[in-house]
């Protein structure tokens, strides 16, 4: 995939930004992301107000205005901690993150491969997509930034993800 940036705030007007990139393998999908980001802070207690890259990810490309079963939002801190959200029950796509972090000068980066058993990746499928990079200051998220959601609701309803078409 192209490379994409985070660049639509949904908290604050800067802060902290990221470049993205995709592939797919199997059933797998890989994501790569550069967060410039030059003080790192895992202060609060809440994980979406630390320091953080959030993958989000429809497999059906649903566009719904909740989560379907499969539909995840994948949370990797600076740091390597991840924490999973989407349908009512978030362990039915915990088990399909797996994740790395390292602080580089200037910010860090993250890398994320998340598992998508649910359907057959191919040339061509179109997945709902997002990524946001979320910027602590102390104990609180200062702001937000996503590729293509700008309602800041992308946590609870996928209607306004981004798509990523799948290609060799």
Known sequence: MPEVRTATWIQGTSGATARARALWSGDTLYLLAQVADPTLS???ANPW???????FVDPGNGKTRGYGDDDGQYRISFSGKTSVGGPLD?????GNLTAAAKAVPGGYVIE???????ITLRDGTLLGFDVQ???ATGAARTSAATWNDATGQGYRDTSHWGV????H
């Open 42 to 44: 895992e202060q609060s």
């Open 112 to 118: 994320a491969a998340v598992k998508l058993p649910t």
């Open 164 to 167: 990523l078409q799948l290609r």
């Open 90 to 94: 978030p362990a039915a796509v915990a």
């Open 133 to 135: 990079v979320n910027d």
């Open 49 to 55: 107000e630390q320091d953080s890259v959030e993958f």
